[in-house]
């Protein structure tokens, strides 16, 4: 009796293990034929001789079994176009290895020799297939959204989530044992993020304010893809308006601080131009008394010597002079023509002193009304001219003025026949105020400069050049 249930045993056992073989098997078997592919399905047709079978993956294996070698049977076979169903191809034997089209099919039909009867027909069919997976994001709750992706027209072919999601796990259908490859591409800059063959568990990373791609397919039909587009919501501080709101407040601020530098490099540049004016204005007024110091000497010089006629003339000049030094004297610049007109009297004046020659000369070219160089730059330099060079010459005095253009420069030159006593110039208080004018003048304005050079000769005499560089506009 017990050798009688271990038999039975061992049986039972033998007879599972084909079973479970068979399952795990992707060779599905039928009367005369076996067919091998990925992703085999079959169904035979109920009260037809119709067997159909349905794959994943292009390429088939087809096998005979020992019943079609045993049998009389004539086979033929023909493909049927997925583009017209209703129309055959030339039939021919069957191949052992074919391969199919997404949508087209294989038909092999086998018949008797003798009664010409159809034994079977065999439908080999490749299924556009999507492969279904589920994705599952955290909740705000500690749960999971469960989502089954299929086909690109699924329910679910646009999914919206939280801004707290920060990844996603995939995995496949529980009873879907074949191969599914994926690809995830962020929309906004075309890159992909993550793709390769789906894993059980297959995490993925996610930014909130982010719109994904997601493609999944078979690894046997890369040519069928299910097309899914997932958006991460953006966290409050992400909507347009926040940053609006930041780009004004960042702009106006910025606007704010350049504006407030701005603003106290002007006040700081006034100052300096105030302080700068205040100077050369201090400077101007220390020549008026000078002057007028120096005047009022050649007056005294003529009545001394008994030239009360002269005198009163000169004192007529002197005046006239002296009026217009005073309307200009709150002026830091003057027009050339008036400075020109001053000089004009005072060489009349100092003319009927000491009885020399003089000359002003002024080129076609220069519009002098037009001009403005500072007041009273001209009146120490001449009065320099005919103090040192062309009073002790008397009648053989000679003292020209000559105005000129270079390119942009304004040039003047002061010009005498006389001998200088160098050291006696050098030391003197009008030429002292003048340089520190001409200083003050040139730290005001950077563009336009002036410079003064002194040429002393013995025979030929001295020549005073007075540079205004960038002053014409030619």
């Known amino acids: 009796m017990k050798l009688k249930t271990q038999i039975l045993l061992l049986f039972i056992c033998f007879f599972l293990s084909i079973i479970s073989s068979a399952k795990n098997s992707r060779v599905k078997n039928t009367d005369y034929i076996t067919?091998?592919?990925?992703g085999v399905r079959d169904?035979?047709?109920?009260?037809?001789?119709?067997?159909e079978f349905v794959i994943i993956g292009g390429l088939v294996n087809i096998k005979t079994t020992e019943l079609f070698n045993e049998s009389n049977i004539r086979s033929r076979a023909y493909y049927i176009s997925d583009c017209n169903k209703n129309r055959r191809q030339?039939?021919?034997?069957?191949?052992?290895?074919?391969?199919?089209?997404?949508?087209?099919?294989?038909?092999i039909e086998l018949s008797d020799k003798k009664t010409n009867k159809l034994l079977r027909r065999y439908r080999i069919s490749r299924i556009r297939s999507v492969p279904q997976i589920k994705m599952l994001a955290p909740r705000t709750d500690d749960l999971k959204f469960n989502f089954t992706l299929g086909f690109s027209d699924d329910v679910h072919s646009n999914i919206s989530l939280s801004s707290n999601v920060t990844n996603v796990e995939l995995e496949k259908a529980m009873d879907d044992t074949l191969d599914v490859e994926y690809r995830l591409t962020d929309l906004s800059t075309k890159k992909k993020i993550s793709s390769g063959v789906l894993q059980p568990g297959e995490m993925l990373n996610v930014n909130s304010d982010t719109e994904y791609e997601l493609r999944y397919n078979y690894l046997a039909q890369p040519e069928t893809n299910g097309v899914k587009y997932i958006k991460i919501k953006p966290h409050w501080y992400q909507s347009i308006i926040i940053y609006s709101i930041f780009f004004l407040s960042l702009t106006t601020f910025g606007f704010y601080i350049i504006t407030w530098k701005f603003r106290k490099k002007i006040k700081s540049s006034e100052a300096q131009q105030n302080k700068l004016e205040e100077e050369a204005m201090r400077l101007q007024s220390m020549l008026n008394p000078h002057f007028t110091f120096n005047a009022?000497?050649?007056?005294?010089?003529?009545?001394?010597?008994?030239?009360?006629?002269?005198?009163?003339?000169y004192l007529e000049e002197f005046g006239m002079l002296l009026r217009k030094s005073l309307s200009k004297n709150k002026d830091l610049f003057?027009?050339?023509d008036q400075e020109l007109d001053m000089m004009r009297i005072y060489l009349r004046i100092e003319a009927l002193r000491f009885?020399?020659?003089?000359?002003?000369?002024?080129?076609?070219?220069?519009?002098?009304?037009?001009?403005?160089?500072?007041?009273?730059l001209l009146q120490p330099l001449v009065e320099n001219a005919v103090k040192h060079g062309v009073s002790s010459l008397k009648e053989q005095g000679q003292l020209i003025i000559t105005c000129r253009e270079e390119k942009n420069d304004l040039i003047i030159m002061i010009e005498d026949n006389g001998a200088w006593n160098s050291?006696?110039?050098?030391?003197?208080?009008?030429?002292?105020?003048?340089?520190e004018r001409i200083h003050t003048i040139n730290t005001m304005q950077k563009d336009e400069q002036i410079f003064l050079s002194i040429d002393m000769d013995k025979d030929t005499g001295t020549q005073v050049i007075l540079?205004?560089?960038?002053?014409l506009d030619i």
């Open 423 to 435: 050291k006696t110039f050098v030391t003197g208080y009008g030429l002292a105020l003048t340089h």
């Open 355 to 376: 009885d020399f020659q003089w000359e002003i000369i002024v080129s076609d070219v220069l519009h002098i009304a037009e001009i403005e160089i500072p007041t009273l």
């Open 90 to 107: 030339n039939s021919e034997p069957f191949s052992n290895q074919i391969f199919l089209n997404v949508g087209n099919e294989y038909v």
């Open 467 to 471: 540079t205004f560089r960038n002053w």
């Open 43 to 51: 169904g035979l047709i109920k009260d037809t001789p119709e067997h």
């Open 334 to 336: 003057n027009s050339l």
């Open 35 to 38: 067919i091998e592919g990925i």
């Open 296 to 313: 009022l000497n050649s007056i005294q010089g003529l009545m001394n010597t008994g030239r009360t006629g002269e005198a009163n003339t």
